[in-house]
């Protein structure tokens, strides 16, 4: 079962599946409690009627760009301290990461390999982010799985699943095509060792994320695995525009949350805010 914090309260209702938006949209903004915003350093909005929402860190800006957008703590550090009063309604702020090793060598850290060098540049992050008074996320990159005994459990409150891609990780379920590569590859989020450590996770009662979830597909792995939320960018980068986009995903997640025995009141029952 999965579960999302109900909107203000702080809460989670089980069963649900909250789906977190790059884009800031209106349907996004305390509509409904199992869809909200997830901010990152590099975004200016200030939208009034917040309902729930994440905070990034801007490391996957910083992949992408190849360092040319690094990691800011400062940056970062001003992104919480703007929501901090609504702290409460947060699913999580998350840690810095490694995705790439070129990225540990720009951040100084001695580990070189993603889910080692995680640990390390998340260290000092996590305890900060709780200062902030938001639930702390680590993210799991490619290798966690085998280095069970070096995962920081305590550190943190949500398992935020990132992670590459590479052919090593294809297989018939998980195939996507890399512009960036220019060729067919697998997810490590979506393999069998990224699975295992949602199934730790949850047995030590930890919260789930899975980020860059963009298709229905995606979602409906995320939801079976037990994930609370995921996030995407398919709404601001959808060919038909954001409108279609967010009826898309509004229409994933009614599928998911009041489908298969689950009922409103699952969603949008006693003690929710809508205002």
Known sequence: MTASLRTGSGKTEQGVITYLSGCVRPEALSKRP???????????????????????NGVFGEFNSQGAKPFSQPKFEKLMAKWQPLADQALFAVAPDVIAPWQAELAGLDARAPWAATIERSAPFLPLIRDYGYPAAFVAQDGLEQHLAKIPWSAFDVLFLGGGQAEKYLSPTNRVWSPRLQRWVGE??????????????????????????????????AAEWGCD?????????????????????????DRLNTGSGKTEAAIFGKGVHTS
């Open 229 to 253: 939320s995921a996030d995407g960018t398919c709404i601001g980068r959808h060919p038909k525009g954001p409108d279609f986009a967010t009826a898309e995903v509004v229409s994933w997640l």
């Open 34 to 56: 199992d869809f909200g915003v997830l901010f990152s350093p590099y975004m200016g909005n200030s939208p009034d009627g917040l309902g729930i929402f994440g905070l990034d």
């Open 188 to 221: 490590w989020k979506l393999t069998p060792g990224a699975r295992r450590l949602v199934d730790l996770a949850k047995a030590k009662g930890k919260r789930v994320h899975m980020g860059r979830v963009n298709s229905f597909k995606r979602i409906s792995i």
